[in-house]
């Protein structure tokens, strides 16, 4: 698999060997230096543990070996990656505070990142400006703090904008929290959130929400996963169709306010 940061990319192979090449400033490229790269290069740190996933931040990594621990490394001015710290690291670390988690999911944001575990629990760190961490503050968090939902819904998926993130729980509802001014959150209205928040208009829970018609959205189909962008959310259902929320850079997305209707469901 593939990922790509601001001005780096990172890569892991068939055999569970780790790439990195482009900009190394902060050492996000894992390769023990703040050197660039023009080819790939193999991360030799690992001691021969295998890697299965990677994603990339703004300026760090985020990679989880087969055995589903979690390591990070590169820029870490703001807490994310997760060591309890706010100090770069040339080559991947592992974040100790959640090795007794089999991680299953990662994803990065611009200065944030978000973890999910085997069971269900979603932790976030980093950058936290505009509560995209979404613990119910915004302070900078430099280690993994859990990410509460009501009932203590499961999470199945998650996925990180630039200042604001997305998740899927067990029961098929969509959540976002973060920065929202554009309306990236779904929620119709322009403001940010620091605790994870439904998306009324993809709720499957039978009792209210907003139904964009112009999707066509059937809510007892499921969401399959959702992609946030700088400034938008996209949600596909199992059908293939999306709904978009938020304003696109460059009018890439844009729904019309009277698209978008009051219903029971």
Not at 25 to 54: F, I, Q
Not at 200 to 215: H, Y
């Amino acid at each position: 698999m593939v990922a790509a940061g601001a001005e780096h990319t990172a890569a892991v192979s068939e055999e569970g060997a780790l790439y990195g090449w482009g900009w190394g400033r902060y050492g996000n490229l894992g390769l023990g230096d703040r050197n660039d790269r023009l080819v790939p290069e193999k991360v030799s740190t690992l001691n021969g543990e295998k890697m299965n996933m990677v994603a990339c931040g703004w300026r760090h990594t985020i990679s989880v070996s087969d055995t589903g621990r979690l390591y990070t490394y590169g820029w870490s001015k703001y807490g994310q990656l997760g060591h309890g710290d706010f100090e770069d690291h040339l080559v991947p670390h592992k974040v100790e505070s959640l090795a007794d988690s089999f991680i299953k999911q990662i994803a990065g944001g611009w200065r944030h990142t978000m973890a999910l575990t085997s069971d269900g629990k979603l932790y976030g760190w980093g950058w936290n400006k505009f509560g995209q961490v979404g613990v119910g503050d915004n302070a900078d968090h430099c280690s993994p703090v859990l990410v509460k939902f009501p009932h203590e819904q499961k999470v199945v998926q998650v996925s990180c904008g630039w200042r604001h993130t997305l998740a899927i729980t067990e029961e098929k509802n969509v959540f976002s929290w973060g920065r929202g001014t554009n309306g990236q959150l779904g929620h119709g209205e322009s403001m940010d959130r620091n605790v994870p928040k439904i998306i009324e208009a993809l709720s499957v829970d039978g009792s209210s929400g907003q139904q964009i018609e112009s999707s066509k959205l059937d809510p007892l189909s499921g969401k399959t996963w959702v992609s946030p962008t700088e400034r938008y959310a996209i949600v596909p259902d199992e059908s293939g169709q999306t709904v978009h929320s938020g304003k696109g850079n460059g009018g890439d997305v844009s729904v019309p306010e009277n698209d978008v209707k009051r219903i029971r469901m």
